[in-house]
C-alpha cells in the first residue's frame, strides 16, 4: 500500500480492509482519500452515515447535491472533490453546466439550483455573512427551514471532508482525472495537483 497523502499507509484492519474494498468494487482502484480515512475508517463511516441523514432529510436529488458539492468544493479551493463531484454533476447534468458551476457560473441551473449554489458559496466563503434574504431565497427556490438546516448541515460536513482530505495532502487520484470531460478538469485550477 502506498503513502496516504502525508501519512504513512494505514495498518491493516477490518475497516480499512473495507473501505479499500469498496473502491475497487466501485472504482477499479484505491481512492487515496480512503487511504487516509483508513486510518480511522469508523470516523469516515459516522460522517458518510450523518451526511446520508442531511441528504434525506433535505429531500436532495443527485444533480442538487451535485451542485452544492461543486460549488462548496470550488469555494473552498478542494480539488479533489471538485473533480469528482464535477464528474457527477456533468453525468447529470452536462459537462458545460459542471464547469460552470465550479467556476462560480450557474448558467444552465433552474432556480433551485441556483440558489442552493449560491448558498454553498455564501457557507463556505463567510457562514457569519450571511443574512435574511440569503435564507428568503431559498424559501423562495421551494425549501423550508427544516430542509434549510439539513441541506446547511450537508454543506458543513463536506467541508469537513474535504478539509481533512486537504489538510493531510490527498490528491485528486489520476484515475479520477482521466476519466472526467475535459470541460470539468479545465475549471478546477486550484487545490492540490492531480498525484501520479
Do not use: K
Not at 453546466?97 to 432556480?111: C, H, I
Not at 482530505?165 to 487520484?173: K, V, Y
Amino acid at each position: 500500500m502506498t503513502d496516504a497523502g502525508f501519512l504513512a499507509p494505514a495498518a491493516p484492519s477490518p475497516g480499512a480492509d473495507r473501505l479499500y474494498a469498496e473502491d475497487v468494487t466501485d472504482l477499479g482502484y484505491v481512492m487515496e482519500s480512503s487511504r487516509v480515512w483508513a486510518h480511522q475508517p469508523a470516523l469516515h463511516d459516522g460522517l458518510f452515515a450523518l451526511l446520508q441523514q442531511t441528504v434525506a432529510a433535505a429531500g436532495l436529488t443527485s444533480r442538487q447535491r451535485g451542485v452544492l458539492v461543486a460549488a462548496c468544493a470550488a469555494a473552498r479551493g478542494d480539488a479533489y472533490c471538485a473533480l469528482a463531484w464535477g464528474g457527477r454533476l456533468a453525468q447529470a447534468a452536462g459537462a458545460d453546466v459542471a464547469a460552470g458551476v465550479l467556476r462560480g457560473e450557474d448558467d444552465g441551473l433552474d432556480d433551485a439550483e441556483r440558489a442552493l449554489a449560491r448558498w454553498a458559496r455564501c457557507v463556505v466563503g463567510d457562514p457569519n455573512g450571511t443574512t435574511a434574504a440569503d435564507v428568503a431565497d431559498l424559501r423562495a427556490a421551494g425549501f423550508d427551514d427544516g430542509r434549510i438546516v439539513a441541506l446547511t448541515a450537508f454543506v458543513a460536513l463536506r467541508l469537513a471532508f474535504s478539509s481533512v482530505n486537504d489538510a493531510l495532502g490527498a490528491a485528486p487520484d489520476r484515475q479520477l482525472a482521466e476519466g472526467l470531460p475535459p470541460q470539468v478538469v479545465d475549471a478546477v485550477r486550484f487545490g492540490r495537483p492531480v498525484g501520479g
